[in-house]
Nanobody, 125 residues
Framework: QVQLVESGGGLVQAGDSLKLSCTAS????????MGWFRQAPGKEREFLAR????????NYAEFVKGRFTVSRDNAKNTVYLQMNSLKAEDTAVYYC??????????????????WGQGTQVTVSS
């Protein structure tokens, strides 16, 4: 089974930036399609970003395009989420996730079967 551990969350002010990290173990990381999700109070878990095995393909939820960037460093078994211009509504628990399939399908947010424990991001306005 894939194990995922997120880090980098914290308390910031609106307009600030954070870079989240997620380190994987238990699998060949370079074979994993990775993604980021978040869940805010009173809301369902929502898709943020996806990145393919090599990092050459990415997808984003429309509401984070231009502010969030997903990247990966396969030598470090780590995927990142750079978050800029943070808003109060970005306050949530942020999760990284991994595909169980190697197919980078047109369905952006499905087939994520492995999840980290989450890291809290709190943005004050």
């Amino acid at each position: 089974q894939v194990q995922l551990v997120e880090s980098g969350g914290g308390l910031v002010q609106a307009g600030d930036s954070l870079k989240l990290s997620c380190t994987a173990s238990g699998h060949t990381f370079s074979n994993l399609i990775m993604g980021w999700f978040r869940q805010a109070p009173g809301k369902e878990r929502e898709f943020l970003a996806r990145i393919n095995q090599s990092g050459s393909l990415t997808n984003y939820a429309e509401f984070v395009k231009g502010r969030f960037t997903v990247s990966r460093d396969n030598a470090k078994n780590t995927v990142y989420l750079q978050m800029n211009s943070l808003k109060a509504e970005d306050t949530a628990v942020y999760y990284c996730a991994a595909h169980s399939s190697s197919y980078y399908s047109g369905s952006l947010s499905t087939n994520f079967d492995y999840w980290g424990q989450g890291t809290q991001v709190t943005v004050s306005s």
